[in-house]
C-alpha cells in the first residue's frame, strides 16, 4: 500500500533527524569545537538548503525522474558523511557538511511533491502521512538521550550513517510512476514569484526558520547550561513533536474550518511567545514544558499550512521547484542566518538575548502576513 511506503521514508528520514539535529551540537562541543564554530557548522549545513533543493528540483521537473533523484542523493548523502570519521578539524567538518547538506537536502522537497502526486486531490490526506515522521524523531530522541549518557557523544555519527543508510533503503520502496514527466507549457516560474502572496508566503517562511535558529543549534547546550540531563533534554525534544503529530491529526479538519492565513497568523504569534517562555523562564520546569508544547504551532502548524499553500501556488511543471524554494527560502536560507547569527549572539550577548532577538524576529513575521497576505492564495 502506497500510504506505508510514502510513510515509511518519512520516518527513516525524520529518525535520522531526530538523531542530527538535537544531539550533533553535543558531538562537535565533544570535539574540541566553541559555540562560534558549532553555529558556522550548522550554517553550512542549512546553507546547503539553499542551493540543493534548487538545483535538483530543475533537474527533476524537466525530467519527471523524482525517485531516480531522491534514491542517488540518499546513497551519496551517507558516502559523503562518513567523512567525518577521517578528521575531528573545523575546515574539514565544514567541506563534509557542506557536501553531505547537498545530497542529503535534495531529497525532502522531491519526496514531498512525490507525495502529493500520489495524493492528487486528497492533498488533505498530507498530514495523516508525514505525521509518521514526526514518530521517527521521538523514537530518535528519546531513545538516542539515554544512549548517549551512557556511550558519550563519540558514537553519534556511527548511528547516524547507519540511519542515513536506511533512508537510502526505505526510497527504493517507492515507485517512480507518480513523478510522471510533467507539461511544460504554462507561466514562468518568474511570473508566479512576482505574485505579492507568493512573495509575502516566502518572506515569512524565512523569518520563521531564522527565528528558529537558536533552537535547532543551541537548545540541548542551552538545557545542559541550567542543568538538565541529556536523557531529559531528549524527553523534551521529543514532547515537542508529540505536540506536532496532534496538530498534524487535526490539520484536515483545520484547514476546513479555516483559512490559511488565519492559521498562519496565528503560528506565527505563538512561536514568537515560544522563544519568549525558552528565553526567560527555562529555570521553570513546568515553562519549558509548556514551550516545548508549542512547537505544535511553532513547526507542526506552520510546516502543514506553508505545504498546503506551496502545493496551491506552485502547480504543474513548477510543483518540484516550488517545494525546493520552501525549503530553500526557509530551513536554508532562514535557518543558516539563525544558526550563524545566534553562535555569535550567544559568545556576544548571552543566550537570553539570542531568544529575545528570535522572538523579534517572529514578530517580524507576524506583521508580514498581516499586511502581506490578504487573502488565501489560490492556486
Known amino acids: 500500500m502506497i500510504y506505508w511506503r510514502l510513510s515509511?521514508?518519512?520516518?527513516?528520514?525524520?529518525?535520522?533527524?531526530?538523531?542530527?539535529?538535537?544531539?550533533w551540537s553535543l558531538y562537535l562541543k565533544s570535539v574540541g569545537l566553541n559555540v562560534t564554530e558549532i553555529g558556522e557548522l550548522f550554517a553550512v549545513l542549512m546553507a546547503s538548503k539553499v542551493v540543493a533543493p534548487n538545483v535538483w528540483g530543475w533537474i527533476a521537473d524537466h525530467t519527471g525522474h523524482r525517485m531516480t533523484i531522491v534514491r542517488i542523493a540518499c546513497l551519496l548523502a551517507v558516502v559523503v558523511?562518513?567523512?567525518?570519521?577521517?578528521s575531528h578539524g573545523f575546515w574539514w567538518l565544514a567541506l563534509v557538511m557542506g557536501g553531505f547538506g547537498f545530497f542529503w537536502n535534495a531529497a525532502l522537497p522531491q519526496f514531498e511533491a512525490t507525495t502529493m502526486n500520489h495524493l492528487g486531490d486528497e492533498a488533505h490526506?498530507?498530514?495523516?502521512?508525514?505525521?509518521?515522521?514526526?514518530?521517527?524523531?521521538?523514537?530518535?530522541?528519546?531513545?538516542?538521550?539515554?544512549?548517549?549518557?551512557?556511550?558519550?557523544?563519540?558514537?553519534?555519527?556511527?548511528?547516524?550513517?547507519?540511519?542515513?543508510?536506511?533512508?537510502?533503503?526505505?526510497?527504493?520502496?517507492?515507485?517512480?510512476?507518480?513523478?510522471?514527466?510533467?507539461?511544460?507549457?504554462?507561466?514562468?516560474?518568474?511570473?508566479?514569484?512576482?505574485?505579492?502572496?507568493?512573495?509575502?508566503?516566502?518572506l515569512v517562511c524565512?523569518?520563521?526558520?531564522?527565528?528558529?535558529?537558536?533552537?535547532?543549534?543551541?537548545?540541548?547546550?542551552?538545557?545542559?547550561?541550567?542543568?538538565?540531563?541529556?536523557?531529559?533534554?531528549?524527553?523534551?525534544?521529543?514532547?515537542?513533536?508529540?505536540?506536532?503529530?496532534?496538530?498534524?491529526?487535526?490539520?484536515?479538519?483545520l484547514l476546513s474550518r479555516y483559512s490559511a492565513r488565519h492559521l498562519l497568523l496565528v503560528t506565527v504569534a505563538l512561536t514568537s511567545l515560544r522563544w519568549v517562555m525558552i528565553a526567560w523562564l527555562v529555570r521553570y520546569p513546568a515553562m519549558v514544558v509548556l514551550a516545548q508544547i508549542l512547537h505544535a504551532a511553532s513547526f507542526g502548524l506552520y510546516h502543514a499550512v506553508a505545504i498546503h499553500l506551496i502545493h496551491r501556488m506552485f502547480t504543474g511543471v513548477h510543483q518540484g521547484r516550488g517545494q525546493a524554494l520552501y525549503?530553500?527560502?526557509?530551513?536554508?536560507?532562514?535557518?543558516?542566518?539563525?544558526?550563524?547569527?545566534?553562535?555569535?549572539?550567544?559568545?556576544?550577548?548571552?543566550?537570553?538575548?539570542?531568544?529575545?532577538?528570535?522572538?523579534?524576529?517572529?514578530?517580524?513575521?507576524?506583521?508580514?502576513?498581516?499586511?502581506?497576505?490578504?487573502?488565501?492564495?489560490?492556486?
Not at 81 to 86: D, H, M
Not at 150 to 173: D, K, N, Q, R, Y
Open 125 to 202: 490526506r498530507y498530514s495523516g502521512i508525514r505525521l509518521w515522521g514526526s514518530v521517527g524523531f521521538i523514537v530518535a530522541v528519546t531513545t538516542l538521550g539515554p544512549v548517549l549518557e551512557h556511550h558519550g557523544a563519540a558514537t553519534l555519527p556511527a548511528i547516524l550513517c547507519v540511519m542515513f543508510a536506511l533512508i537510502w533503503l526505505s526510497s527504493l520502496t517507492v515507485p517512480e510512476s507518480a513523478a510522471g514527466h510533467l507539461p511544460m507549457g504554462q507561466q514562468s516560474l518568474f511570473s508566479v514569484l512576482k505574485r505579492p502572496e507568493v512573495f509575502s508566503l516566502l
Open 81 to 86: 558523511f562518513s567523512g567525518v570519521f577521517f
Open 206 to 253: 524565512f523569518l520563521v526558520q531564522a527565528s528558529h535558529g537558536p533552537y535547532y543549534t543551541f537548545y540541548t547546550l542551552y538545557l545542559e547550561e541550567y542543568g538538565y540531563n541529556t536523557a531529559r533534554i531528549g524527553q523534551l525534544w521529543a514532547l515537542g513533536v508529540v505536540a506536532e503529530i496532534v496538530v498534524f491529526l487535526f490539520m484536515p479538519r
Open 8 to 23: 515509511g521514508f518519512y520516518l527513516c528520514y525524520f529518525i535520522s533527524l531526530g538523531a542530527l539535529v538535537p544531539y
Open 327 to 379: 525549503s530553500s527560502v526557509s530551513f536554508g536560507a532562514g535557518g543558516a542566518l539563525g544558526s550563524i547569527a545566534s553562535g555569535y549572539l550567544w559568545s556576544g550577548l548571552g543566550p537570553q538575548s539570542m531568544y529575545t532577538l528570535a522572538a523579534v524576529t517572529g514578530l517580524a513575521a507576524l506583521a508580514v502576513v498581516y499586511l502581506g497576505i490578504r487573502t488565501e492564495p489560490a492556486g
